[in-house]
């Protein structure tokens, strides 16, 4: 009985010695976390998307504290949420934001199977990126969009879908948020973010197309062959061509659409422009009927006497 007494009492005083050290460590070693985190978080909109370049809501709302903290919130910017609710952090960190410009995901890809026919019919998984693992999958461009819909499971705003009838993967621009998810899931980097551009006008090279220009013509009828016509046509230096393939910088295009008008392969997109107005047809003037002179009349015979 005494055993069982003493083996209670040295248990309890072990018991009770512990915590006294627990209750010391944790209050010497406690990580506060700041209240802001919290505030910041739950103005985010917890997509989880990583479109801001951070492992989700939590990790974006550490660094927009640790930036108000560092006196900047330049580079941070959260695509899902916006330009309204980035506004609303920041009068809650007490900091200014610079205006960003709204961006959208465009498919730099035209190769609709009227363009680019299939040469071949593929057996097995029907992703894109299994069927980019196998080669140039089902036509003979291996470049472009493969229609196999990587893109739409990525994208958790439905903002993406593919064409039956093209085969090619849209946008729908009023959905789009820019995460970048469908960039990443795309395994041939056909898809990239664009700025939306005043009224939602942009102007891109749909094609990504390397290969040379007489290979690039046999697998696509709009492929880019990389001639170089719209360069030398861009005022503004938005274009050069790299690799047999144009590309259009959205930070330098004045949208004048020269370019879409000089390339011969129609691989320069415009979108969301008016359409251009119908060229009035110069007035022809009716034809006049030469005016017939009247015969001259016979001299009359002076009559002889």
Not at 154 to 180: L, M, P, Y
Not at 246 to 265: E, F, G, M, S
Request: glycine share 10%; net charge positive; proline share 6%.
């Amino acid at each position: 009985m005494d055993f069982i007494f003493m083996a209670v009492i040295v248990l309890g005083a072990i018991g009770l010695v512990s915590a006294i050290v627990l209750f010391i460590v944790s209050k010497k070693f406690a990580v506060k976390e700041d209240p802001r985190l919290a505030e910041v978080s739950s103005l985010l909109p917890q997509a989880n998307c990583g479109g801001c370049g951070y492992p989700g809501c939590g990790g974006m709302a550490d660094a927009l504290v640790k930036g108000a903290d560092a006196g900047s919130l330049d580079g941070l910017y959260c695509p899902v949420g916006g330009q309204e609710m980035m506004g609303q952090i920041a009068d809650l960190l007490g900091m200014a934001i610079a205006n960003s410009e709204p961006m959208v995901a465009v498919v730099r890809c035209n190769g609709t199977c009227v363009n680019r026919p299939r040469i071949a019919e593929y057996s097995g998984l029907r992703t894109c990126s299994a069927i980019n693992a196998c080669g140039a999958g089902e036509t003979a461009c291996g470049y472009g969009c493969l229609g196999c819909g990587d893109c739409v499971s990525a994208c958790q705003f439905g903002a993406i879908s593919i064409n039956q009838e093209t085969g090619i993967a849209e946008v729908d621009e009023d959905k789009c948020t820019s995460c970048g998810a469908c960039v990443k899931a795309c395994p041939r980097h056909i898809i990239e973010l664009r700025k939306k551009g005043p009224k939602n006008r942009r102007v891109y090279v749909s094609c990504v197309n390397k290969d040379k220009g007489p290979i690039a013509m046999k697998a696509c009828k709009v492929s880019c062959i990389g001639c170089g016509k719209c360069e030398k046509e861009c005022a503004f230096g938005a274009i050069t061509v790299e690799g047999n393939v144009a590309y259009i910088d959205h930070t330098k295009c004045r949208l004048c659409r020269k370019c879409v008008k000089v390339c011969p392969r129609n691989a320069i997109v415009e979108v969301n422009f008016p359409a251009p107005k119908p060229t009035p047809e110069p007035a022809t003037k009716p034809a006049t009927e030469p005016v017939s002179k009247p015969a001259a009349e016979p001299a009359e015979e002076k009559q002889t006497n």
